[in-house]
């Protein structure tokens, strides 16, 4: 059953990772254990401050050095190469949201450095699916920090009760949720076409 919305939703943003490509890092990690101790993900991403990159406080050349640091016996371009080797698109979420632009503004929200964003662009055509967009490393703030929301509010002229959230980390979801968004926690396409119609979306 649709929910009875006085402000019906006019705006869709979508975050980009686990949402519209999915991620493995497991040939990453690989290759950084040929030469090294054995890393886990998480590891990996506090040892290059990861959070740092994707506000914008070092570049991609600095990144891949970190991350070669972590492994200097394997060739550097092969890091590099396997950095930017860890997506494959979710092809029902492109087809959405394409969809959603031929009725609703539809943008990007996306914590994200430059060199996986012009990689996603070059290979996914990112900016095409959408109206607009805002990576987190132009900006200087991630999510879920509530200014990065407000940013995108005023950038995109969003109307917060007349905008819906989509992505797949529940505090980034409350964080937008907290500043009057509705906010889908995603998990499959499916669900997140259900929450969307749920609100009144037409997809």
């Known amino acids: 059953m649709k929910a009875n919305h006085s402000d019906p939703i006019d705006t869709v943003v979508f975050d980009v990772g686990r949402v519209l490509v ?17 890393y886990t993900m998480p590891e990996v991403i506090a040892a290059i401050d990861l ?10 050349h600095v990144l891949v050095d970190r991350l070669h640091a972590l492994t200097p016996s394997v060739e550097r371009s ?5 950095w930017l080797g860890m997506f494959d698109p979710v092809l029902p979420m492109f087809a959405l949201a394409r969809q959603l ?45 509530t200014r990065i929301y407000q940013l995108a509010e ?8 007349r905008t819906v959230f989509v992505d797949d980390l529940l505090p980034n979801v409350n964080a937008a949720k907290q ?24 997809c």
């Open 78 to 82: 092969e890091i590099h190469r396997e």
């Open 154 to 161: 005023e950038r995109f002229n969003l109307k917060p009760q």
């Open 179 to 202: 500043r009057g968004w509705h906010a889908v926690h995603h998990r499959s396409p499916e669900a997140t076409v259900q929450y969307l119609r749920d609100l009144g979306v037409e």
């Open 22 to 38: 999915a991620l493995d890092f497991e040939s990453l990690l690989s290759c950084i254990g040929r030469s090294s101790r054995s």
């Open 51 to 60: 959070d740092a990159h994707e506000r914008g406080e070092f570049d991609g």
């Open 101 to 145: 632009k031929q009725r609703y503004r539809v943008y990007l929200l996306s914590n994200v450095g430059d060199l996986h964003w012009a990689h996603l662009n070059t290979k996914y055509d990112l900016i095409g699916a959408v109206h607009d967009v805002m990576p987190s490393f132009k900006t200087g703030v991630i999510k879920p920090d």
